[in-house]
Structures are given as structure tokens and as C-alpha cells.
């Protein structure tokens, strides 16, 4: 397994911890979903997977990348898996540039300075990138600065730079979610055609149950930092077995679809919101007694598995 | 480019005439006739006496008149006859300017270097050190410039007699009032160094860098000191530019003839020619200086390019 984190659980004060006994694995060559609504967690588990906790955080369990716990590699080790073997996409493209330096400075550095490659050499290799990633003028986006690029031109700079070490796994924080539906698109396509041709595991987050749905091999479902939900896109999609899968699914509009949108009542919990049992009780139209006094076991449902009380009594009759 | 820094000189030039401007009004606004000082003592009063000199200086007629005068001397170089030491204004400038630009200019050196390195230390370590460093400065600022000097003169000067205790002439000489003189700017110049690379360090693009597996040494150097810069050069450069005009204590402890002790002799002996040379003069370097800071800005930030 290219990445492998088991019982993953970020504490950094609050009532509750940011994560809570996340598990999720991501094979070489899969693309996999990782879908919540905001503050669920998303960014902290891609986070996690660098070693980037939160201040003053607490993390238990293991997250595994080809086998190592980068939880407790040590410097020169946590460098070189950073440097090498995975690349981020961050949420913010404008916010991940310095905005002193030239793009070709931001896209060279990485490969100057961790990799040891030389400064000819890693400007050519910038070049090929940036047309690869359907940029025009490479030589004159290298001699620019952030602020003269464009929103989807700077995304484009960020994927080519996270392509520059050539990793095994690619990271993408929402990483079309800033763009218009167009360029969205153009980078989706390109996400996905890079990562066919080189083979990379993929951890594709999102807050758009659809977009994942149609994107992916396998989805996660976050809710308040834990896993309520994982299995095949196609059998999450046409089957959501936990009541929040549902429900995110039935927030969306479809053309010639005639149920009404329904959003899901009440607020996603914040870090101050405790909670015994399940933590999508208090919205859940389906909460029993049992919801909300004891945590639900994650249970195995077609094609992976589901955390909730009612799918436990559900499972002796299928 | 070219036309903004038309715009900027055009500026400065309108500056320094309000300031020329304000400078003549408050010395022909204070108290006392000139002509009294001029003619040299009470036992000179006579009427025909102070006529002659109120004919040579000008003295009679309107003020504009008086001040474009004077204006007018003043920018073909000619900035009027000292009373006190009967020599040119000029003259008596460019004997001294040298001592001074040199003090503020080493001064300046100083505070730079171990201020700047002072903040990046504390910024980078925190904790105690940072600590340490906030109260180090602090105390080296609050100690007034006449107490350090005479405690670097007592220490450095006579009981350890590795530099010379007054006068001026050589880079030896300007050591320890230069020292003096840049104690006080220890404290802002490597708070504002901290506080700068704290803010940088905080920035996303920073964390992004850091997580492409850079080492911590790069990101310092590289993104949170190169993002600081800004603020600390223009931090740098204001208080260089006060320097200039604050050299006044350390020059009279350490007996140094520069354009701080001329000032203060001339003010004391009603010495007005020069009064106003100096004032202008100080100002004139002030705006120097800080024109030059905000000059250096865009190449700091190239945002800042081309929002001008
Ligand atoms: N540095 C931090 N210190 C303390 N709490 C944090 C920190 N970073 C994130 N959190 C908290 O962790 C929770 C999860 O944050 P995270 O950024 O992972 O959410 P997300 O799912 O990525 O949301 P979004 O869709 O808005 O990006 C939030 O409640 C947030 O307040
Ligand atoms: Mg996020």
C-alpha cells in the first residue's frame, strides 16, 4: 500500500479531538476521495500524511507511506519523503506562492535544493513542466510574478511544481475548488492524465460529493474529524449507506431528478462540540436511543464499510 | 519608471521649500532683534551704528522679501557669513559634515548589523532567547546616550585604553560613539526584525515551502527573512534619517566638532545664518534618506511595481 494511515488521532485542545481514529489507504495508481463539509478535517489528514500538525497538536496512530511511519521519521527522513515521494496541492494557489519570487524560483527551488539537481538542468525540467501543464510562454510565466498570473494559471504552476519531484503520491487539497467551472474542468482532466501516465496514488479532496463520485476509484466520507463512510465511487453513489452520505447526496440538485433538495438540518459541529455517540446524531433524521449514547462501530457494507447504529441492525437481514 | 520619479523629485523639491520656508519664519519669529547680536553688546547701541547694520544684513525690508533673499543664496550655494566665527556658512559646513555623515553612517553599520541578526535570533530561537533579546535592547535603549558614553569612555577609553576617548578624525576615533549612538536603535530595529519574520513565518507560501522538504536554514533565509525585508529596510532607513538629526548629545560627549555641536553653539549665541544652514541641511538629509528607502521599496516588493 502506497499510503496506509490507521487509527490516526490529531488532538490540539478543543472539546474533541480534530481527527478520531481515521483510517484510509490509498494503493499506487488509485484515485480516492476524501469528501466533507467544511472543518469535517479534510485538510488535516493531507496535512498529516507531511508531518504539518496542527500547534501544540497530539497525533496517535501510524501514517505509512511506503511502509515508513512519518509520524516518527526522523529529520533528515521526513526531508526527503517531503522532497521526493509526496507532493501537496494546496486548497489556496495564490496564498502558496511567495509573492517576492519569481514562479520559476518557486518551481526550481524544490528541485535545487532538496533533490540536488542542477540549476540548468531543473530550469529545463521547469519549462517541460510548466507545458505540460498546458501553460503558454513557459519562459515568460518563469520570469513572472505571482501576482501577474491568473487564479488557473497559478493552480497550474502548483500542480507543476507538486510534479516536479516526481512523487509517488500526489496530495490535491481542493485543489480546482477555487476555479471556474472551465478551468475546473481543464484541471481535473490534467490531474487525471498525470496521474495515469506516471502511476501516482491520488488523495483527492473535495467538499463536492458529486464531483468525488464521478472522479474517483474510492471515497472517504468525513464527518467531525472521523471516517463515517468508505467504499467504491459507483456504490457509494448509488447506494449511500450511512444517513450523512445520503444526505449530502440529496443536497444537490439533479436535472429530471423530482426529488426536492433537502439540505441537511443544523450546523456541521465545531472543535467545542463533544460528543458520546455518534457525532451526526443531533442532525440525523434516523437517530435512535443508542446514537447517541455509545460511538458507532464501523461495520463492513458492500464494498467497505460504514460507521452507524442502524446499519448494525440492518446487516443480519441483508 | 521616469515619471515616477519626476513626480517623487518634483515632491521633494516642494518639501524643502515649505520647510526653507518654515525655517527662515521661526528664526526671524524669535525672540529678539538680530541687530542687538549683531552689533555685538549693548555698549555698541549707537543709532548710526545699528542703521549700517541693518542695511547690511537687509534687515529692513519686508520678510518675503528677506526670505527669497536668502532662498536665493541659499540655492546658488551661498549660504550667507556665520556671526560667531565670521567665516562662510559653507565653509564651516563642509568642515564639519564629513564627522557627522561618518558617526551616523558607522552608527548606522552597527545598528544594521546587530540588530537585524539580534531579531532574526530571536525570532528564530523564541523562547528564552527571545526573551533575553527583548530585554538586552530594551536596556541598551533606555540607557541614555550621555550615561553610555561616559560608561563606554571610563571602560573602552581609559581603563582599557583600546580606543581614544574624544576628537574625531578617524574610524578609531568614531568607535565608540558610534556605539553610543547606535544602543538606541538596537531595540526597534531588531523588534521590528522579530515581528516582521514572525508575520512571514506564519504565511501559507511558508508552510508550502517547508513541506516541498526544505531545509529550515532555506526557509529562513530564503522566504521569511526575504519576505521580512520590507519592513526592515524601511525601519532601518527612518531611523538612520533621525540619526542624522540626533547626533547632537554624542558628539558634545565625545568632543566631536560635527553639525550637531555647530547647531547647538549656534542657537546658543543667536548665530542665525547658521541656524538655519544647519536646520535645512538636516532636513534636506532626511528627506534624502527617506526618499531613498521608498525608492528601494519596489525592488524589495514586486508587487509594489506595478501597482505605481
Ligand atoms: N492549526 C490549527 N490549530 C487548531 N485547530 C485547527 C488548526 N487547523 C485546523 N484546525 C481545526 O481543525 C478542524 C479541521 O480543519 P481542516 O482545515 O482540516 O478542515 P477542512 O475539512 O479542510 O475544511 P475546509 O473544507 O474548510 O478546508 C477545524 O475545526 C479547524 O478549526
Ligand atoms: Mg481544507
Redo the contacts between chains.
Keep these: 500500500m502506497l499510503l496506509e494511515i490507521r487509527n490516526l488521532t490529531i488532538e490540539a485542545g478543543g472539546n474533541r479531538p480534530i481527527l478520531r481514529d481515521v483510517a484510509l489507504s490509498v494503493a499506487r495508481g488509485e484515485v480516492v476521495g476524501l469528501v466533507g463539509e467544511s472543518g469535517s478535517g479534510k485538510s488535516t489528514i493531507a496535512r498529516a500524511v507531511l508531518r504539518l500538525l496542527p500547534q501544540n497538536a497530539a497525533a496517535r496512530g501510524q501514517v505509512l507511506v511506503e511502509g515508513q511511519d512519518v509520524l516518527s521519521l526522523d529529520d533528515g527522513g521526513l526531508r526527503s519523503l517531503r522532497a521526493a515521494t509526496v507532493s501537496m496541492i494546496y486548497q489556496d494557489p495564490r496564498s502558496s506562492l511567495n509573492p517576492v519570487r519569481r514562479i520559476g524560483d518557486f518551481l526550481t527551488e524544490r528541485m535545487v535544493h532538496t533533490l540536488g539537481r542542477g540549476r540548468k538542468e531543473a530550469r529545463g525540467r521547469a519549462l517541460e513542466l510548466l507545458a505540460a501543464v498546458g501553460m503558454r510562454d513557459p519562459e515568460l510565466r518563469m520570469r513572472q510574478y505571482p501576482h501577474e498570473l491568473s487564479g488557473g494559471m497559478l493552480q497550474r504552476v502548483v500542480i507543476a511544481a507538486a510534479l516536479a519531484a516526481d512523487p509517488a503520491l500526489l496530495l490535491a487539497d481542493e485543489a480546482t475548488s477555487a476555479l471556474d467551472v472551465t478551468t475546473q474542468a481543464e484541471t481535473l482532466a490534467l490531474l487525471r492524465g498525470v496521474q495515469a501516465e506516471r502511476e501516482l496514488g491520488m488523495l483527492f479532496i473535495t467538499h463536492d460529493l458529486h464531483l468525488a463520485a464521478a472522479y474517483c476509484d474510492r471515497i472517504y466520507v468525513l464527518y467531525a474529524g472521523t471516517v463515517v463512510e468508505s467504499r467504491p465511487a459507483s456504490a457509494l453513489f448509488a447506494d449511500p449507506r450511512h444517513p450523512y452520505t445520503a444526505g449530502l447526496l440529496a443536497c444537490t440538485p439533479e436535472l429530471g431528478d423530482p426529488r426536492p433538495i433537502k439540505p441537511i438540518p443544523g450546523r456541521p459541529p465545531s472543535l467545542d462540540d463533544a460528543f458520546a455517540g455518534c457525532p451526526f446524531a443531533p442532525r440525523c433524521a434516523h437517530a435512535v436511543a443508542a446514537c447517541a449514547s455509545s460511538p458507532p462501530p464501523s461495520v463492513a457494507v458492500e464494498g467497505g464499510s460504514a460507521a452507524c447504529h442502524l446499519i448494525k441492525e440492518e446487516a443480519p437481514a441483508c | 519608471m521616469v515619471t515616477r520619479v519626476a513626480r517623487k523629485v518634483a515632491g521633494l523639491v516642494a518639501t524643502l521649500l515649505a520647510t526653507s520656508f518654515v525655517i527662515f519664519g521661526a528664526a526671524y519669529a524669535a525672540p529678539g532683534d538680530p541687530v542687538t547680536f549683531l552689533a555685538g553688546g549693548k555698549e555698541n547701541l549707537t543709532p548710526e551704528y545699528l542703521a549700517a547694520i541693518r542695511a547690511q544684513y537687509h534687515l529692513d525690508d519686508p520678510f518675503l522679501v528677506q526670505y527669497l533673499r536668502w532662498l536665493g543664496d541659499a540655492v546658488t550655494g551661498d549660504l550667507g557669513r556665520s556671526l560667531k566665527y565670521n567665516d562662510q556658512v559653507g565653509d564651516l559646513l563642509t568642515a564639519r559634515v564629513p564627522t557627522t555623515l561618518g558617526l551616523v553612517a558607522y552608527a548606522a553599520v552597527l545598528f544594521v548589523v546587530f540588530g537585524v541578526a539580534l531579531g532574526v535570533l530571536a525570532a528564530v530561537r523564541g523562547g528564552r532567547t527571545d526573551a533575553a533579546v527583548v530585554a538586552g535592547t530594551t536596556f541598551a535603549t533606555s540607557v541614555p546616550p550621555f550615561v553610555a558614553a561616559t560608561a563606554l569612555i571610563s571602560l573602552f577609553g581609559v581603563q582599557l585604553g583600546w580606543f581614544p576617548v574624544g576628537g574625531g578624525g578617524s574610524l578609531w576615533h568614531l568607535t565608540l560613539p558610534a556605539i553610543t549612538l547606535a544602543l538606541g536603535a538596537l531595540a526597534i530595529i531588531s523588534r521590528v526584525t522579530r515581528q516582521a519574520m514572525v508575520e512571514q513565518r506564519e ?13 529550515e536554514r ?1 526557509i529562513v533565509v ?2 521569511v527573512f ?2 521580512a525585508l520590507g519592513p526592515i529596510v524601511t525601519m532601518c532607513g527612518l531611523v538612520t534619517a533621525g540619526l542624522l538629526a540626533g547626533t547632537v548629545t554624542v558628539e558634545s560627549a565625545f568632543q566631536l566638532s560635527g553639525v550637531g555641536t555647530l547647531l547647538v553653539g549656534a542657537i546658543n549665541t543667536h548665530d542665525f545664518p547658521v541656524t538655519q544652514a544647519v536646520l535645512l541641511l538636516m532636513v534636506t538629509a532626511y528627506i534624502a534618506v527617506t526618499t531613498l528607502v521608498e525608492l528601494v521599496q519596489p525592488l ?4 509594489a511595481r ?1 501597482r505605481s
Design positions: 504565511l501559507d507560501h511558508v508552510t508550502v515551502a517547508r513541506a516541498s522538504g526544505l531545509s532555506l530564503r522566504h526575504r519576505g524589495i516588493d514586486p508587487r506595478s
